[in-house]
């Protein structure tokens, strides 16, 4: 069974300082990976994806994604830290095959100015 | 702006009443789905439907009962609710729940609070 583990329920960081939001992921094969942002009272958006190829996903809004294979993780990063970024975070898992795609719990991101 | 729409943003409920969560997509999607947020829970999946056909159903309450009259509409009815069962409803779409590849896209989601 496929499962993610998000290890925080909240990160602090100072407005302009690098942010790193963290996942980990167990799948039987080879996992398609999701970030995606929930910001109060909305739904949630999608950020990026790792499918196959480069293991740093670039995506929405100036995050990316490092995908490792051999840690299971793919923690989402943002070199400089914004307050708008203040949001709830999802990291996704896919394993291959028609399952459906299963959600951690989500980190809460805090930027301060 | 989303493509997924979902109708009503807030409702409150008695536990005897009956009412219905609306969602409707514009992206031309043929999987839709019911997830359910609650506070500090991994999001729940609840029901999955593709091309109208119901293909998963996650030990859902019978309390719970979706329906998919087309591919851009889906519903979930509720009746004789539980308080535990205050929580935001998303419904989200895809191409096709067998495109591994593909992302959802989630609508804003239904705060239901049950009484």
């Known amino acids: 069974a496929q499962s993610v583990a998000q290890p925080e329920d909240q990160v602090n960081v100072a407005e302009g300082n690098p942010l790193t939001v963290k996942c980990t992921y167990s799948?039987?094969?080879?996992?398609?990976l999701f970030w995606y942002v929930q910001y109060p009272n909305r739904g949630l958006q999608f950020l990026l994806k790792?499918?196959?190829?480069?293991?740093l996903v670039k995506g929405s809004y100036g995050f990316e994604a490092e995908f490792n294979k051999s840690q299971t993780s793919f923690h989402l990063k943002k070199p400089s830290a914004l307050v708008s970024d203040s949001a709830l975070y999802f990291c996704?898992?896919?394993?291959?095959?028609?399952?459906?795609?299963?959600f951690g719990k989500g980190t809460r991101l805090s930027v301060i100015a | 702006e989303t493509g997924v729409t979902q109708t009503p943003r807030h409702l409150v409920m008695g536990m005897t009443n009956k009412k219905s969560l609306k969602c409707e997509q514009h992206?031309?999607?043929?999987?839709m789905y019911w997830y359910k947020q609650s506070a500090k829970k991994p999001l729940e999946l609840m029901f999955v439907?593709?091309?109208?056909?119901?293909?998963e159903n996650n030990s859902v309450p019978s309390r719970f009962s979706p329906e998919c009259p087309n591919s851009s509409h889906l519903f979930l009815h509720l009746h004789t609710l539980q308080p535990e069962d205050s929580a935001l409803y998303l419904c989200a779409s895809s191409q096709e729940p067998g495109l591994e590849s593909g992302e959802l896209f989630f609508g804003e989601g239904s705060r239901l609070t049950v009484l």
């Open positions: 790792y499918i196959t190829g480069d293991n």
């Open positions: 996704a898992v896919r394993d291959k095959g028609n399952t459906p795609l299963v």
């Open positions: 799948v039987s094969g080879n996992p398609y």
């Open positions: 992206l031309g999607h043929n999987a």
């Open positions: 439907y593709n091309f109208k056909e119901q293909t």
